[in-house]
Nanobody, 128 residues
């Protein structure tokens, strides 16, 4: 079973950058589709971005397109989220998730029910 641990969150000023990491242990990470979701206080969880097993396919929420970049290093069992031009509305707990089914579809990848393994989350706070 894969265990996910996020890191890299913190406090940053608007316009700044952060890079989140999600390290996986156990399982066969290289076969999993991965995604990042976020949840702001008082709001529902929101899809951010997904990536297929090879890293060759990605899908971004409109709210982060052009500012965030997802990537993965299967040799290091890690997926990354580079966040640039951060805005106060990006403030949330960011969680990575894994789908071990081996399939990826950009539309279905937006749904949290696709993912059966979740990390504990890392806080990102963007000050104005």
């Amino acid at each position: 079973q894969v265990h996910l641990v996020e890191s890299g969150g913190g406090l940053v000023q608007a316009g700044g950058s952060l890079r989140l990491s999600c390290a996986a242990s156990g399982g066969t990470f290289s076969s999993y589709s991965m995604a990042w979701f976020r949840q702001a206080p008082g709001k529902e969880s929101e899809f951010v971005v997904s990536i297929n097993w090879s890293g060759g396919s990605t899908f971004y929420a409109d709210s982060v397109k052009g500012r965030f970049t997802i990537s993965r290093d299967n040799a290091k069992n890690t997926v990354y989220l580079q966040m640039n031009s951060l805005k106060p509305e990006d403030t949330a707990v960011y969680s990575c998730a894994a789908d071990h089914s081996g399939s990826w579809n950009m539309y279905r990848s937006q749904s949290p029910v696709r993912y059966d393994i979740w990390g504990q989350g890392t806080q990102v706070t963007v000050s104005s």
